[in-house]
């Protein structure tokens, strides 16, 4: 039996309400909330702490889970949770794999990004907590 797949991302806005992305050096060099696959014997809070770590170099408190989503095209579920930076530290690329990350306008979000991504972020923002369970399809690219 194969294990089940297991990813997690963080949802992390600044004081102006600007929400955190970083910029793949891979693919389509997209932007993407900082996350990614889960190790082995990591829970998925664990998962987006050590991803935004290893990707922008932040500390973070991960607190509320917005969503989690069902990828059937690679039996796969992402955790995505609101996270807080602790104060006085500044995201900057901490690995090969990230070009860059900053602080985006949601209404002036950087391209290419997925629409994968554009959802997570809106139903972070409108947190409906009878609706956290969501089935997803193939990525869409806004570029």
């Known amino acids: 039996m194969s294990e089940k797949r297991m990813g997690a991302a ?8 600007q929400v955190l992305l970083v ?7 997209n932007w993407e909330l900082p996350g990614g696959k889960s190790e082995k014997d990591e829970s998925a809070q664990e998962t987006a702490q050590r991803e935004v770590m290893e990707e922008t170099g ?12 069902y990828d059937p095209n690679y039996d796969m579920h992402h955790f995505v949770f609101i996270a807080a930076i602790n104060p006085g530290q500044e995201a900057k690329p901490s690995s090969p794999e990230i070009l860059e990350c900053r602080y985006c306008s949601l209404d002036d979000l950087p391209k290419p990004i997925s629409d994968f991504t554009l959802r997570r972020i809106q ?3 409108e947190m409906n907590p ?5 089935v997803i399809g193939p990525r869409k690219w806004i570029e």
């Not at 963080?10 to 309400?17: K, Q, R, T």
């Not at 910029?23 to 060099?29: M, P």
């Not at 009878?130 to 969501?134: A, L, R, S, V």
């Open 123 to 125: 139903e972070t923002i």
């Open 10 to 17: 963080a949802v992390i806005f600044d004081s102006e309400g």
């Open 130 to 134: 009878k609706c956290i369970f969501h």
């Open 58 to 69: 932040l500390e973070v408190n991960v607190g509320q889970l917005t969503g989690v989503y």
């Open 23 to 29: 910029r793949h050096s891979y693919g389509k060099n």
